[in-house]
């Protein structure tokens, strides 16, 4: 079945650093796709989201970049600090409706002091 | 503001045994969901409900069922809980309104379940 998945499940990165998390996706329908933090013992907390009609959206020290011809997704982390330590997931769902969403497995971000 | 909360936190089955999550949110949002998260992975839809009144299988629905008592509340039961029900159980809501409606799902704590 189609699924979104991710490229790396580590990535250590130096604090102060930017931090560039990559995600596959390969249902060519996906419309519409959201980045979730998940830090040990909670639940996934939003974090960014970015339709398919836009090729870049910023945030608060965070930018999304999605290419649909290859069909991948990037979360950018500017000056990355403690607090970012988490695993990060990107998901991803047909737009328009109250579908669930598809998660890949995440990318555990580490934080190098 | 409490958003979406679970319970219980934690829970110890023995095979066979069945019990029911809890959830509960209070952003007035119109759909909800179940996830199960296993080690290593992300999540999987288990369960979701559109609206009050409506619910639909996800990705893995075998061994469970749900209820969506009221907007607020919808609950997932396991009537004869295995070994591979062994999971962190999340529950989500949405809010998805208007016709450029996006589905940011906002999570609660999650249930550790344990089934031995």
């Known amino acids: 079945g189609e699924s979104v998945g991710l490229h790396l499940p580590t990535l250590s990165v130096q604090e102060g650093d930017n931090s560039i998390i990559n995600c596959a996706y390969s249902?060519?329908?996906?419309?519409?796709f959201i980045w979730y933090k998940q830090e040990s013992g909670k639940g996934p907390q939003f974090i960014i989201d970015i339709r398919s009609n836009m090729d870049k959206r910023q945030g608060q020290r965070v930018t999304v970049l999605l290419n649909k011809t290859v069909k991948h997704l990037s979360l950018q982390i500017a000056a990355t600090q403690p607090g970012d330590s988490a695993v990060y997931f990107c998901a991803e769902t047909p737009g328009g409706g109250a579908d669930g969403l598809t998660f890949g497995k995440g990318t555990h971000l580490i934080i190098q002091p | 503001n409490a958003g979406v909360t679970q319970t219980p936190k934690f829970q110890v089955l023995k095979t066979g045994q069945s019990m029911t999550l809890q959830c509960a949110q209070d952003?007035?949002?119109?759909?909800m969901y179940w996830y199960r998260q296993d080690p290593g992975m992300g999540l999987r839809l288990i369960y979701y409900?559109?609206?009050?009144?409506?619910?639909d299988k996800g990705e893995v629905p075998n061994g469970y069922n749900v209820s969506r008592l009221n907007k607020r509340e919808f609950s997932l039961r396991l009537e004869s809980a295995a070994p591979s029900q062994t999971s962190v159980y999340f529950c989500?809501?949405?809010?998805?309104?208007?016709?450029?409606?996006?589905?940011?799902?906002?999570f609660g704590a999650g249930t550790r379940l344990s089934v031995l």
């Open positions: 989500a809501s949405s809010e998805l309104w208007g016709k450029l409606a996006k589905n940011i799902q906002y």
């Open positions: 249902n060519s329908a996906s419309d519409y």
């Open positions: 952003m007035n949002h119109n759909s």
């Open positions: 409900s559109a609206s009050e009144g409506t619910t």
